[in-house]
């Protein structure tokens, strides 16, 4: 979150990554882990730099080569230390380019498809946002304003199953429970805690005539994070395919996660959004977050 | 009708439809406001991805040996932004 708004919206470090790189964006959890040819480009790359041990986090900005050399390593927010590296890394490269003329394309093989999970055949892919209305107290501090006024991204998957269901009128329980459960949460601050199922004390949703109305009730057993919500939407079907998928979920929010802190104090205005994709946003292709490391689990 | 109110008015009627009606009444408070149209129609324009949005220029691959394949060819180096979660997506 941070780095999109402040990092990669430096003209200079936009510019270059435009026309002097390739740039390649990536969850580190999935890569550092699959046993395939992608994985071990990664870990030849990230391997040379000081975050070499794969049984923990290798987050950071790389850059390398084709060929798999790392030309640099950085961990830090600032836009300009970045810059800097990135430039020296041009002039390395450049040195670097008649070793790196020969190098092929590598052949991607057989995907590790537990790290490579797709969306579900004939089900859908609706993008899903949310922003914190209001609540927040005054800051001047740079970071906290960027994410009081943060968009969050996620992806809901859709079964083929429920796809027909909702043409045939109906919010199979299935489609309502993964809504609640990984999708109704505030990821405006970082990576959120998700609903457990007890955690869901209410949730129901109608269809009639195209017109999706709603509520959910989800809270913790001691009662320091919850939310309470209301969902309003439209779903339209043409020939057995959902066209338009539009719905707003808004309601009260209040409490905080781990990776979640300084939330607006007591309850505050959470709304999430949730709009067909169709394909043209590169994020389009980015599995849920709920569904990381259990794909099965997120889906049923 | 508070929740004092409520036993008050139980106490005084000493009609077991009083309290029925006080559970109605707390199970009615904890639903939420529906969403209005006009509301739906305002938040769904709120929460669009602004056109101008820097980051987003960036044409992002996700698929690190597509970026390799490209990078191979077009001689030039891999950029790779790796973060717990996807960084495009997840927050």
Redesign the interface.
Known sequence: ?L???ST??H?QI?SL??T??????????Y?RRQKD??GD??RK??GQGPRGDFRG???????????GKL?FYNNNRDPEKLLRL?QQ??KQ?ADL?AT??D????D?GKSDVQYNPTPPEGGLVVRV???VLSGYEATEDRWQKIFQN??????LWVSVDEHQALCQGNVPRSLQMRIAKYHLVD??????PMWRDAEVR?VSMKLEDGLL?G?A?LETADGKRGF??????HVVCKSDSIVRL?V?????YWGEGQYTRNAPPGKFPL???F?LADGT???D?????GS?GWVRGYLR | MSGVACIDWFRKSRVTLGLFGCMLLSVAGTVHAEVSEDEFQHLHQLLAPSADTVWRSIPWKVELLAAQEIAARRQLPIFIWAMDGHPLGCT
């Open positions: 979150m780095d999109r708004e990669f919206a003209p936009v990554l435009k002097k790189f390739v740039p390649v964006a990536l969850d580190q959890a890569q040819a992608e480009y990664y790359l990230a986090t290798t987050q950071g900005f790389y850059v390398g080569t084709a060929g030309l990135m890394s041009l490269f380019k790196e003329a190098v092929a394309a590598i991607p946002r949310a922003k943060a968009i969050s991204r996620d992806n990821n405006t601050r970082g990576e959120p209410d109305t509520q009730h309470q919500v209301a969902l309003r939407g539009d707003i979920a808004k309601g009260e709304a999430v959004s709009t946003d590169v994020a292709r980015i599995p849920p977050q990381r």
